[in-house]
């Protein structure tokens, strides 16, 4: 699908029940070759149909699918929730096979994508934000795609630039608004900014049972895994197999490496499962005042209020406490150490991604929904609103 156009299809919104997430993709040859999916199926061949006429026009195409009640032979989702999918065309010199380069060996880098704007002409163009440069001045942060204009004024080239380079910081993909001179306070322009980020990482400190399972669980939700701990006897590869990396070190040191080498972020997991104030006390010092996703500790109540009790005589604020999540995980009634793996990720995923962590069923309103923590900041708030 390399050498000649292809149709893109991209979600840039979503609303109620929606099947997929805001940056799902279909690709659409003009051979009639498809990979990806934008609806898990409800509304593909519809989405085929416009990804044939816009290979065809080449103008690019916002179309928004919801529920057809009234209609049982109209397209729509039958899960009751709305996308809203743009479909541009896409062509060998457009810049986007650097930005699926980068993607493959790791690297951070956005593309926003404008849907609206007063200047008919403008919708489409697309601005490269690389995560590397995320550091730079803001006029050397981005460059626009190679087949495209420079996204217009500078003043709108400034502000979606920061914009994405805000989401990348923490991993998410959104639309935002500005004016069409880049003002937060004017609209009259819309872009979608879809990011690619290196995985999360999930930092385990203490190499005990529970971390073996912890782990592989992690691993398996693609997180990149780390342990660490002190004792080399237990800190061995072959204990496990599923860690990206086993590193011999006192964890709150190695934290403190990590965190000057640049290599914690936003996004970053960290649990501590020695539950021994030796390593937990100076270890939960430090990760409690990084601006990570999450940090809990393991251990008995007990052991929790005696931990409170240390940490606050080391200096932690009630603040920085709050943020503390022990005993860590959710009551699943987990006995083993893989259940035990399966309740402190559930309680992961409901801290980044704003659940309950009750069962579906004793909830109401959208079963998906948008992230109310990391994974939300940098997108606007009107548009979290309607997801």
């Given at each position: 699908m390399q050498d000649s156009p292809v149709a893109l299809a991209t979600v840039v919104g979503t609303s109620g029940s929606a099947p997929r997430q805001a940056g799902a993709t279909m690709v659409v040859a003009g051979d009639g070759r498809i990979a990806g999916s934008v609806s898990g199926g409800c509304v593909e061949a519809a989405v085929v149909d416009l990804a044939e006429a816009t290979l065809a026009s080449g103008e690019p195409t916002l179309r928004t699918f919801g529920f057809a009640a009234d209609d049982l032979f109209d397209v729509g989702l039958t899960c009751g929730?709305?996308?809203?999918?743009?479909?541009?065309?896409?062509?060998?010199?457009?810049?986007?096979?650097?930005?699926?380069?980068?993607?493959?060996?790791?690297?951070?880098?956005?593309?926003?994508?404008?849907?609206?704007?007063?200047?008919?002409?403008?919708?489409?163009?697309?601005?490269?934000?690389?995560?590397?440069?995320?550091?730079?001045?803001?006029?050397?942060?981005?460059?626009?795609?190679?087949?495209?204009?420079?996204?217009?004024?500078?003043?709108?080239?400034?502000?979606?630039?920061?914009?994405?380079?805000?989401?990348?910081?923490?991993?998410?993909?959104?639309?935002?608004?500005?004016?069409?001179?880049?003002?937060?306070?004017?609209?009259?322009?819309?872009?979608?900014?879809?990011?690619?980020?290196?995985?999360?990482?999930?930092?385990?400190?203490?190499?005990?049972?529970?971390?073996?399972?912890?782990?592989?669980?992690?691993?398996?939700?693609?997180?990149?895994?780390t342990v660490c701990d002190a004792r080399p006897a237990f800190t061995t590869a072959d204990r496990f197999p599923d860690a990206h990396r086993v590193v011999v070190d006192w964890p709150h040191r190695y934290l403190d490496a990590e965190v000057a080498a640049g290599r914690i972020d936003a996004r970053t997991v960290v649990c501590v499962l020695t539950h021994d104030a030796r390593f937990d006390v100076p270890t939960l010092t430090r990760a409690l005042r990084l601006p990570v996703a999450y940090v809990g500790a393991m251990g008995s109540r007990r052991t929790h209020r005696e931990r409170l009790e240390q940490l606050r005589a080391a200096g932690?604020?009630?603040?920085?406490?709050?943020?503390?999540?022990?005993?860590?995980?959710?009551?699943?009634?987990?006995?083993?150490?893989?259940?035990?793996?399966?309740?402190?990720?559930?309680?992961?995923?409901?801290?980044?991604?704003?659940?309950?962590?009750r069962g579906l069923g004793d909830t109401d309103g959208p079963i998906h929904r948008r992230s109310g923590s990391a994974g939300g900041r940098g997108v606007d708030d009107a548009y979290l609103s309607r997801t």
């Amino acid at each position: 699908m390399q050498d000649s156009p292809v149709a893109l299809a991209t979600v840039v919104g979503t609303s109620g029940s929606a099947p997929r997430q805001a940056g799902a993709t279909m690709v659409v040859a003009g051979d009639g070759r498809i990979a990806g999916s934008v609806s898990g199926g409800c509304v593909e061949a519809a989405v085929v149909d416009l990804a044939e006429a816009t290979l065809a026009s080449g103008e690019p195409t916002l179309r928004t699918f919801g529920f057809a009640a009234d209609d049982l032979f109209d397209v729509g989702l039958t899960c009751g929730g709305r996308i809203e999918v743009l479909v541009q065309r896409v062509g060998p010199d457009d810049g986007l096979a650097d930005v699926a380069a980068r993607v493959a060996t790791g690297g951070a880098v956005a593309v926003v994508t404008v849907l609206e704007h007063p200047d008919r002409r403008r919708v489409g163009e697309r601005l490269v934000v690389d995560g590397a440069t995320l550091d730079a001045a803001p006029a050397e942060a981005a460059r626009p795609d190679a087949a495209t204009p420079a996204s217009g004024a500078t003043g709108l080239r400034r502000a979606l630039q920061e914009r994405a380079q805000a989401m990348l910081a923490s991993g998410a993909t959104g639309v935002v608004h500005c004016g069409p001179d880049g003002s937060p306070l004017a609209s009259g322009v819309r872009a979608f900014v879809q990011t690619w980020t290196p995985p999360p990482r999930l930092v385990v400190l203490g190499a005990v049972d529970f971390a073996r399972a912890l782990a592989g669980a992690g691993r398996f939700l693609g997180y990149d895994v780390t342990v660490c701990d002190a004792r080399p006897a237990f800190t061995t590869a072959d204990r496990f197999p599923d860690a990206h990396r086993v590193v011999v070190d006192w964890p709150h040191r190695y934290l403190d490496a990590e965190v000057a080498a640049g290599r914690i972020d936003a996004r970053t997991v960290v649990c501590v499962l020695t539950h021994d104030a030796r390593f937990d006390v100076p270890t939960l010092t430090r990760a409690l005042r990084l601006p990570v996703a999450y940090v809990g500790a393991m251990g008995s109540r007990r052991t929790h209020r005696e931990r409170l009790e240390q940490l606050r005589a080391a200096g932690l604020t009630s603040e920085e406490l709050e943020r503390l999540h022990s005993p860590l995980g959710l009551d699943l009634g987990a006995r083993t150490p893989e259940e035990t793996a399966i309740s402190i990720l559930a309680e992961v995923v409901a801290v980044r991604r704003g659940g309950t962590g009750r069962g579906l069923g004793d909830t109401d309103g959208p079963i998906h929904r948008r992230s109310g923590s990391a994974g939300g900041r940098g997108v606007d708030d009107a548009y979290l609103s309607r997801t």
